[in-house]
């Protein structure tokens, strides 16, 4: 459904051959034994979790997808590991969800987080998504066995695609649902004006698919097609969009106060993120999921829009402002 930020994969043509460099891409960095990355030389110790260092003796390889959120997560899991006793190698940042897959796959990184609905739909091919988040999950656990994946329970963090209106437009409109949409469009179809990706545009779990859940018609002049950060500026300081696509996760959500509208139809797939680790690794340190369990707990949709506007509204290092998050939260102390 949309790309690296949350990693749905595109269909038709393009998108086989956009998945087959990518997986060439993953080959080789395999083939070269993913020797690249740095030690993580934090010192820092237990708090609430990695009490009595758990992981003492373990030398263990962190990694993440090259988007803000997914290397806060992995910079997350690193730490932890980090104050449980671990020497830990940072391999976060890998270009794309199929080479940090691979990694994971293959051995040569131990544990990162991924998301519920990437997994489902791209990794294990399923089209239809499967609506109740923790059924999905579930499907993923269990298929997943056999490449030699285990998922850990996932979090409430939810990084799917959404529509967004800004909070001066909506006082007029009181828009709360996407089903509150379809009757503005019927009502008054001058109204509603989308800015979405050309992509988002054209597939049926886009823009037309949505349509069709809600039993709405956008006419064409009123879908206006951009690049993903002109969307955001374009909803919050401009009368040329009512509404917007966003991804539910993005921290310029609230620093451009922008309101979420829910999918109350429960069209987007869910797109949970949860720690996989690379299997043998878990046998051999089953303490992994005591240590990041607590983690996943406390991770929702808001706590990601509050870091990814860190990173991506202020300019802030990932790796520092999941360090100075865990601290905050009490996971972990400074040493």
Same mark, same amino acid.
């Given at each position: 459904?949309?790309?690296?930020?949350?990693?749905?994969?595109?269909?038709?043509?393009?998108?086989?051959?956009?998945?087959?460099?990518?997986?060439?891409?993953?080959?080789?960095?395999?083939?070269?034994?993913?020797?690249?990355?740095?030690?993580?030389?934090?010192?820092?110790?237990?708090?609430?979790?990695?009490?009595?260092?758990?992981?003492?003796?373990?030398?263990?390889?962190?990694?993440?997808?090259?988007?803000?959120?997914?290397?806060?997560?992995?910079?997350?899991?690193?730490?932890?590991?980090?104050?449980?006793?671990?020497?830990?190698?940072?391999?976060?940042?890998?270009?794309?969800?199929?080479?940090?897959?691979?990694? !994971?796959? @293959?051995? =040569? *990184?131990?544990?990162? $987080?991924?998301?519920?609905?990437?997994?489902?739909?791209?990794? /294990? +091919?399923?089209?239809?998504?499967?609506?109740?988040?923790?059924?999905?999950?579930?499907?993923?656990?269990?298929?997943?066995?056999?490449?030699?994946?285990?998922?850990?329970?996932?979090?409430?963090?939810?990084?799917?695609?959404?529509?967004?209106?800004?909070?001066?437009?909506?006082?007029?409109?009181?828009?709360?649902?996407?089903?509150?949409?379809?009757?503005?469009?019927?009502?008054?179809?001058?109204?509603?004006?989308?800015?979405?990706?050309?992509?988002?545009?054209?597939?049926?779990?886009?823009?037309?698919?949505?349509?069709?859940?809600?039993?709405?018609?956008?006419?064409?002049?009123? !879908?206006? @097609?951009? =690049? *993903?950060?002109?969307? $955001?500026?374009?909803?919050?300081?401009?009368?040329?969009?009512? /509404? +917007?696509?966003?991804?539910?996760?993005?921290?310029?959500?609230?620093?451009?106060?922008?309101?979420?509208?829910?999918?109350?139809?429960?069209?987007?797939?869910?797109?949970?993120?949860?720690?996989?680790?690379?299997?043998?690794?878990?046998?051999?340190?089953?303490?992994?999921?005591?240590?990041?369990?607590?983690?996943?707990?406390?991770?929702?949709?808001?706590?990601?829009?509050?870091?990814?506007?860190?990173?991506?509204?202020?300019?802030?290092?990932?790796?520092?402002?999941?360090?100075?998050?865990?601290?905050?939260?009490?996971?972990?102390?400074?040493?």
């Amino acid at each position: 459904m949309r790309t690296e930020k949350g990693a749905v994969p595109r269909t038709g043509a393009r998108s086989v051959t956009a998945l087959a460099l990518a997986a060439t891409l993953a080959a080789a960095l395999a083939g070269c034994g993913l020797k690249s990355g740095s030690p993580m030389v934090d010192d820092v110790v237990p708090g609430s979790v990695g009490r009595g260092q758990p992981l003492d003796g373990a030398s263990l390889t962190v990694t993440s997808k090259n988007f803000s959120e997914n290397i806060i997560l992995g910079q997350m899991i690193g730490l932890i590991f980090k104050a449980a006793g671990a020497e830990v190698l940072d391999r976060t940042n890998l270009p794309g969800s199929i080479s940090a897959r691979e990694a !994971i796959i @293959k051995g =040569d *990184a131990d544990a990162m $987080y991924d998301y519920t609905g990437t997994a489902w739909i791209t990794y /294990l +091919g399923h089209a239809k998504p499967i609506t109740d988040p923790l059924k999905q999950w579930e499907a993923v656990r269990d298929e997943d066995r056999k490449n030699g994946v285990t998922w850990l329970p996932q979090s409430t963090l939810n990084n799917t695609y959404a529509l967004a209106i800004s909070r001066k437009n909506n006082a007029k409109y009181h828009l709360r649902t996407l089903s509150d949409v379809a009757a503005l469009a019927k009502m008054d179809p001058a109204a509603v004006t989308v800015c979405v990706e050309n992509e988002f545009a054209s597939r049926d779990d886009g823009l037309p698919g949505m349509e069709k859940a809600y039993g709405m018609s956008i006419p064409p002049r009123n !879908i206006k @097609k951009m =690049d *993903a950060g002109i969307i $955001y500026t374009q909803v919050s300081k401009s009368d040329s969009c009512l /509404l +917007g696509e966003v991804f539910t996760t993005d921290g310029r959500i609230k620093a451009m106060d922008l309101e979420v509208l829910v999918d109350d139809k429960h069209f987007f797939p869910n797109y949970n993120a949860a720690p996989i680790v690379h299997t043998a690794t878990f046998d051999k340190y089953p303490q992994i999921a005591g240590l990041l369990d607590p983690l996943s707990k406390r991770l929702t949709t808001g706590v990601a829009q509050e870091l990814n506007a860190k990173v991506d509204v202020d300019g802030q290092d990932p790796h520092q402002v999941a360090k100075n998050w865990l601290i905050r939260e009490g996971f972990i102390k400074n040493g």
